[in-house]
């Protein structure tokens, strides 16, 4: 296996890898948050800048850059477009790192940046030093390729590791010094004279450097690793790593700390191994880490720290995100100390402390250094911020106060939190019912779906439903409602966030509208002369007219009535009313309560001698008042106008008689303004079952009426029936009680009032067991 942290590519910033593994706690690693120790202060190596930017912590770090170098003055960043910037801890201002093509930039855990002819720093021929921490200081070039040399490590400003390939394949580790511009090389003494593969991975501590190397004939290498004192060129520790087979050294990370040298490496039996050796005892200890694709672990003293790097957004829970250490002093059930809730890159610096790019819940996103102080405590500030929340944060909604569903047949419903990778449960409450509007939203803004807007907005695209995923397609009551969610975080990190607010619903009074949600409803009478409710919903794709499954119950006792007729609003309410004439001539009034479990108050008498009429019909604003009006025929044909009120207690004027003529008519529909006229309009059917309109002029008189067509004579009912499809334009129902029933949308035309038909499932399979519809 290819470990992708290797020291090589670890190095390769230009190529942007990034450093990633998910880690379980094997020997020597106990498992189990812990609360991280009460920072410390700065250790003694800590230099002031640093120690200033941790105390106000005012240094900017780039949102969504990852740490790529540490020095005293200042640190390396790479951002996402592989841009390299080095920002000052003084002056808090950032500096691009600029390189030629195909080179590449190495970072040494100091202020020295090495800017190299070759994106991969172990095949770099000419490498130039750049001291970042004093603009303008000369910088010092080495042309390694004229020693026969490649770059293995800087050293110093103006010195590096180097390493000389032999005609024979023999290598040697050099020491090159710049000395007054001329390149001084020297060999490091102390290493076995078949050592090659030379590498190094962290940074000169102390004066001193951890190299890898393999030794041995070519049937079995072996690995070592070597402690040079940087001054002297000569090796001062020595550690075998174990055979070349087994452990594969190129692919290893080294650390160093003043009291513990560390490496990885990879066991086919036990995946990754991060082997911890006490420099005074010698004592080793074998910590085992999945095999997975990316990790990152490094020394800060006596400490080991270690995760499983992910950014912040990432989706899910697997891996755990959590950044930890342990004492390697302590015995083996010693709980590890949080570090961060999170990081997603990490780097060595030259003081022996680590500089972690994560966040924790307390303090937010930025960057964390990691040291140990000389009596081997753990100390963990912040020295740098991005001003981003790691805990998941509300930033605010963009609900409106007043939804008109008149205006808008959908709406967005936004929230704004600081990262979505979250699931979101929402609730929409009708305050006065209680019916709620319920969805899981599990955002993802690596895979956006219907629920994310950008990468801090999300929401959904309300059509005005109480519940659009349950049969019962409601459409949502006018009135007050309450939005609530609960955000829990994907990954884990923070707590969960509860937020909630208030919007109203609103609309214009329907005049078949009876539960106050805009959508229309349909009254039918059973054999028993029980009458029952049907809230209706329209499906736009298959343009179909449903019920939504629940009818509810208005009460028996409605067979005692020859006529029933729906008749908008003539009472002065919000909601429509309904009329009914007794057998012995009486009308009555029912006025509607906008309660769909009670539609109907208790009737209002209106007065007798109704029973003179064949033909009632209302619904229509025929005089331009804004009232609806009822219209009557006679036996003998003449027909009559009751001007609307508004009034509950008389809700119709004195009759006044608008011609004669209308004696062929077996059916008259009031359907509102179907064609867009001036005023309200009326339909009648003949007995030979062709429709006309009687388009209303808006003085409770009608112009020449308009064949609209013939085949209409087998419906039971023709019901002016609103605006079902939420386009604007009134509608018509067409039932028949024996037989299919379909759904006429409105066009606005007059001379085409209708489009074609389509199926209505509403009352479909009533099985002839109603025997009126309103």
């Known amino acids: 296996m290819q470990n992708r942290c290797s020291a090589q590519r670890r190095r390769h910033l230009a190529a942007a890898v990034t450093a990633v593994l998910a880690i379980t706690v094997g020997t020597g690693v106990a498992a189990g948050p812990v609360a991280v120790a009460a920072p410390v202060g700065a250790t003694a190596a800590a230099s002031s800048a640093a120690a200033a930017a941790a105390e106000d912590v005012s240094v900017p770090f780039p949102v969504g850059a990852k740490i790529a170098g540490a020095g005293a003055t200042g640190f390396l960043t790479r951002n996402a477009g592989g841009e390299l910037h080095w920002t000052r801890y003084e002056t808090g201002i950032s500096t691009e790192v600029l390189y030629a093509a195909g080179g590449g930039v190495d970072r040494t855990g100091t202020d020295i940046l090495v800017v190299g002819d070759s994106n991969a720093p172990d095949q770099m021929r000419s490498v130039t ?73 962290a940074p000169v501590l102390d004066g001193k450097i951890l190299v890898g190397y393999e030794t041995g004939s070519s049937e079995l290498r072996t690995n070592a690793r070597a402690v040079i004192d940087v001054t002297t060129g000569a090796v001062v520790e020595t550690y075998p790593a174990g055979v070349s087979d087994t452990l594969h050294s190129l692919h290893s990370r080294l650390a160093l700390s003043a009291t513990h040298v560390a ?66 002093t302590a015995g083996p059930t010693s709980e590890p100390v949080d570090i961060a809730a999170y990081a997603n890159s990490l780097e060595s610096a030259g003081d ?89 939203l599990k955002l993802r803004r690596d895979f956006p779906s219907q629920h994310t807007f950008d990468d801090i907005t999300f929401g959904i695209t309300w059509q005005g439903l109480v519940d659009d995923l349950s049969p019962d397609d409601k459409s949502a009551f006018n009135g007050d409602y309450t939005w609530e969610f609960r955000a829990v975080p994907q990954n884990g990190i923070g707590p969960e966030v509860k937020e909630s607010g208030t919007f109203k619903v609103v609309r214009s009074v329907k005049p078949h509208d009876y539960s106050d949600n805009g959508s229309p409803d349909l009254f039918a009478r059973d054999l028993n002369g029980s009458l029952w409710r049907f809230d209706s919903t329209y499906d736009s794709y298959t343009r179909k007219l449903a019920p939504t499954y629940q009818r509810s119950a208005v009460g028996p006792g409605w067979n005692t009535y020859d006529r ?116 309200g309009d009326l339909l009648a059917r003949d007995t030979a079952g062709v429709l006309w309109l009687h388009l209303g002029k808006g003085d409770g008189t009608f112009a020449t009426r308009v064949k609209v067509g013939a085949g209409w004579g087998g419906f039971t009912e023709l019901i002016g029936f609103g605006d079902a499809n939420k386009d604007g334009r009134t509608d018509l129902y067409a039932w028949n009680k024996n037989g299919p029933s379909y759904f006429y949308a409105g066009t606005g035309n007059w001379a085409a009032p209708f489009a074609g038909r389509a199926d209505a499932e509403l009352l479909k399979y009533a099985g002839g067991a109603y025997q009126h519809a309103l």
């Open 129 to 201: 030093l750049r001291n970042m921490a004093v603009p303008g200081t000369p910088s010092v070039h080495f042309d390694l390729g004229s020693l026969w040399a490649r770059y293995v490590e800087a050293l110093g400003p103006n010195s590096v590791l180097a390493k000389r390939v032999g005609s024979d394949n023999t290598e040697k580790l050099l020491i090159v010094t710049d000395e007054n511009g001329i390149a001084r090389d020297r060999e490091v003494t102390g290493l076995p004279a078949d050592a090659s593969g030379f590498f190094a991975d």
């Open 263 to 328: 490496w990885t490496a990879f066991s086919e039996d036990e995946g990754i191994v991060y082997i911890t050796v006490d420099r005074r005892t010698r004592v080793a200890k074998r910590h085992v880490f999945p095999i997975t694709d990316e990790y990152f672990v490094g020394l800060a003293g006596n400490w080991l720290v270690y995760g499983s790097p992910s950014e912040l957004t990432d989706n899910g829970t697997f891996p755990n995100t959590k950044i930890q250490a342990v004492d390697l």
């Open 352 to 440: 022996g402390s680590l500089l972690v790019r994560g966040g924790t819940v307390e303090q937010g996103e930025g960057l964390f250094k990691v040291s140990s102080s000389a009596g081997g405590e753990l100390a963990v500030e912040k020295v740098a911020t991005t001003e981003q929340p790691t805990a998941l944060t509300y930033l605010g909604s963009q609900v409106p106060a007043v939804i008109d569903f008149d205006r808008d047949r959908e709406t967005e419903l936004k929230w704004r939190m600081s990262r979505l990778n979250a699931d979101v449960h929402l609730k929409l409450t009708h305050k006065k019912t209680g019916q709620t509007f319920t969805r899981l």
């Open 564 to 679: 029933i007729e729906s008749v908008g609003n003539v009472a002065g309410t919000n909601v429509a009313d309904v009329i009914a004439r007794d057998k012995t001539g009486v009308l009555w009034l029912y006025q509607g309560t906008g309660d769909e479990t009670k539609p109907l108050g208790a009737r209002t008498k209106i007065g007798p001698g109704w029973g003179v009429y064949n033909h009632l019909a209302g619904g229509s604003d025929l005089t331009g008042d804004g009232k609806a009006d009822l219209v009557a025929t006679d036996k003998a044909g003449d027909l009559y106008l009751y001007k609307g009120t508004g009034s509950a207690t008389t809700p119709f004027g004195a009759r006044k008689k608008l011609g004669g003529g209308w004696g062929g008519y077996n059916q008259l529909t009031a359907v509102g303004n179907l064609a867009g006229g001036p005023a």
